[in-house]
């Protein structure tokens, strides 16, 4: 195995998840400069609806979008030139955003890039999966994770830099200074070479078998193009994830992507700032918690990675779920009873921490492990499309949340969600380590 292609490939690759990470969080440090900007100019009779749905989430319905239909261009394209293309899409959301005056205009390259995000969580993921060998295929695709959070990381620590060294327009260099990563992207992923599951899968072996050969110098091909050949020779070549066979898959993919979004991550993510204020920190404060959030998320992301391939996807989504209750039920109590301070940010430490280690390092793994080479795209689109337009409504909704029902009542019902994510992982959640893509989509199909 040569490691160093394998990583660098796998890395290169996994930095579209950077790029989701910041495109996805650097907005909340926006937050509250674009609220008191743009709150009289709406049409709408409630600005907290504008601001939720128009302004905040633009981003989030892109990335429905790019969920929905980024399997046709993974499929057809190939998973390189789709990647090639998010990079495009970031570098011009990122500029967009941050020179238009009009709030129209800004929700409109907000929601170019979220094209991106939702089409990188599925050709990532997908080649990712499609070059590691078994043994280490959870490590190399939570690489995509690891990328997200060191994305929001940095995302949370560039606000808050911006937020002391800019006092005109913040905002705009909070959500263009994400061009530049964007850029250095999309020209390394040019470097890569095309999945050999997907060249084989269009008919290109002899391509297949020279990216294999880079990958593996010691090792015959052909004994893996024979297997993958076998594995596709079986399956009914008009089939989608809808056929009866592929239920039990499918079930599972969209299971976890709604607990994933019924954990409130991307709610806490996109208000973060907003939520220590309402706790009882002042701005600047909120600013350097979110960064902290950003920090605990990063470290135990990649005590995730570490876990994933040793104990196994099932063994983190418990512990995860332990967590989740624990801590949404603090947070629960402290704004139900007026319990405000800074205990608050660290229930939310507790809080990313079991995301981070279960349900952020296991949900993009596990969706791409579940269906055939053929129909992985349109797995991890429908899982991909499930997380993204619960994470567009969800955030969408805080604001009017928060006025009208208050944040005790929200954080419950994410609190009561987990309770049931840990029911569906003690008697459904099938365990995926250490076994082959192949063999993996054989065992789940009915």
Sequence with gaps: MNKTKLYYWSLTVALAGFLF???TVVISGADKALSLLW???????????????????????GTVLGAIFGAWPTNNWGRK???????VLYTVSALGSALVSDPYLFAFFRFVGGIGVGASTIAAPAYVSEIAPAAKRGKLVALYQFNIVFGILLAYASNYLISQIVNVDAWRWMVGVEAFPAIIYTFMVLGIPNSPRWLILKGREAEATKT????????????????????????????SVFSKKYRTPIMLIFAIAWFNQFSGINAFLYYSPRIFELSGLEQNSALLSSIGIGLVNLIFTLIGMFLIDNMGRKQLMYICSFGYIMSLSLVTYSFETNW????I??????????????????????????????LRAQGQSLGSSTHWILA?????????LFSNIGPAFVFGIFAFMMILQLLWVRFLMP????VSLEELSKKLSD
């Design 21 to 23: 990470g910041f495109d």
């Design 39 to 61: 709150s009289s100019n709406t049409l709408f009779e409630s600005s907290d609806a504008f601001h939720g749905i128009v302004v905040m989430s633009s981003a989030l319905w």
């Design 81 to 87: 030139k789709t990647l090639i293309f998010i990079g």
């Design 212 to 239: 294999l050969k880079l990958l593996n110098p010691n090792e015959d091909p052909q004994v893996l193009i024979k297997d993958i050949l076998k594995a596709q020779n079986s399956l009914t070549v008009k089939e």
């Design 340 to 343: 405000l301070g800074m205990h």
């Design 345 to 374: 940010p660290v229930f939310f430490f507790l809080f990313i921490a079991a995301h981070a280690i279960g349900q952020g390092t296991v949900i993009w793994v596990f969706i791409s492990e579940l269906l055939p080479n053929h």
């Design 392 to 400: 567009a409504i969800i955030p969408a909704s805080i604001p009017m």
């Design 431 to 434: 365990e995926t380590k250490g």
